[in-house]
């Protein structure tokens, strides 16, 4: 069943075939993606009330999406196992499976778009599930597509990523209540952050929190370049700043407490991912690489300075905050020699060019655009 353009022959179809009581939603990528898809179980939420919300993602983010209220329950898998041999594939896969099954959905989503989510797409037995058109294929008979409502690549006529992510609820004739992702944290987990403020004499919108690192080696800006930005910010605007990142980027966060001068506190492999989003929410401004605190920071109205490379701002920029996405022009000779494997942004280290004063005359310019805005908040 295709999509009609305004949706109505869609919903009048769905509510006929039942009440809608359990929602999946596939979503096996990374963190800010899932940021990103917080809008779309925001607005299933809105439509259908009481319905529960399970997200199928890393085992890496459950705690994540349940602490923030962003999934009512989560279905994990190990990444490292669908990555592992044919064997351990399949027994993950098996696994995975059996358990979304006893869920018995009414409805499923597969906003990941690969071979793997589509197949569990049409095996989890929601009588109704959304996924995307078929694109242009060379082996068009390879790409089989088990749902029964099928989005457009981008909808509502817009270009960023997250407008792919909501574009099912196009398909499906559900209004759009919620346009930007928006994570409220839980007191719990916002009376953590400001404990945490207060061990190290940190008060609220009084630093900047600065996240060196990224998924990919690409999109990491260099941690001396970091340093020397940090010294100037702190100097001009007396903020004190905050290092925040997973246990496996405190490597770049020793390297930036090695060559700044100024005095930085360090919670870089010390803040759980959960408790991460009511710290950022805290922060004065966000400062960070083309990454998924950057979504996050955006998500809980924090204003962010974006460092991009060859990835795109306007596909992958913050939304819903004052921002600024500061990139080296297009195109750029390549700095990063044997590193860089063009096309793919993730491989790319154009990220690398920018100049530290041009990043800090953006953080700058940012924090003097919204001066006062966060006492009105």
């Known amino acids: 069943m295709d999509s009609d353009p305004s949706g109505a ?19 096996t990528k990374y963190i800010g993606d899932l940021v990103l898809s917080s809008a779309l179980a925001k607005n299933l939420r809105l439509e259908y009330p009481g319905a529960r919300i399970v997200f199928l993602c890393d085992s890496r983010f459950a705690g994540f999406l349940t602490a923030n ?6 279905v994990t898998f190990r990444r490292s196992h669908m990555r592992g041999t044919p064997l351990r594939r399949a027994q993950e896969l098996i696994v995975t499976l059996f358990r979304l099954r006893r869920y018995r959905f009414d409805m499923a989503i597969d906003i990941t778009d690969t071979r793997t989510s589509r197949f569990i797409l049409g095996l989890v037995g929601a009588r109704v599930r959304a996924g995307y058109q078929a694109g242009k294929s060379p082996l068009p008979w390879l790409d089989l597509r ?29 209004d ?7 994570i409220e944290p839980s007191s719990f987990q916002t009376a953590k ?15 900047v929190a600065v996240h060196a690192g990224a998924s990919f080696p690409g999109r990491r800006w260099q941690p001396e370049r970091f340093a020397a930005a940090i010294d100037r910010i702190s100097a001009e605007t007396g903020l004190s700043v905050v290092l925040v990142g997973s246990p496996d980027e405190r490597e770049a966060a020793e390297k930036i407490l090695a060559t700044a001068t100024t005095p930085i506190v360090n919670l870089v492999g010390a803040l759980p991912l959960e408790t991460l989003p009511a710290l950022l929410q805290q922060a004065r401004l966000f400062l960070g690489n083309d990454s998924g605190p950057m979504h996050m920071a955006a998500a809980v109205g924090t ?16 939304v819903g905050v004052q921002s600024i996405a ?20 993730n491989k790319a280290c154009c990220v690398w060019r920018l100049e530290v004063d041009t990043v800090a005359d953006a953080v700058l310019q940012l924090l003097a655009r919204t001066e006062g805005l966060e006492a009105a908040v």
């Open 9 to 27: 022959r869609t919903r009048t179809s769905q509510r006929r075939s039942g009440p809608i009581r359990s929602i999946l939603i596939l979503q």
């Open 193 to 207: 952050a400001l404990a945490l403020l207060d061990k190290f004499h940190l008060r609220q919108s009084a630093f």
């Open 69 to 74: 209220d962003i999934a009512s329950e989560v």
């Open 326 to 345: 500061v990139r080296p022009a297009m195109p750029c000779d390549c700095v990063g020699g044997d590193l860089c494997e063009r096309p793919d942004p």
């Open 303 to 318: 204003p962010v300075v974006g460092l991009f490379g060859l990835q795109s701002p306007v596909r992958w920029g913050p």
């Open 176 to 182: 759009l209540h919620q346009r930007v992702p928006a």
């Open 146 to 174: 088990s749902a029964n409502v099928k989005a457009k690549p981008f909808g509502y006529g817009e270009r960023h990523f997250l407008y792919r992510y909501l574009s099912p609820l196009e398909a499906l004739g559900i």
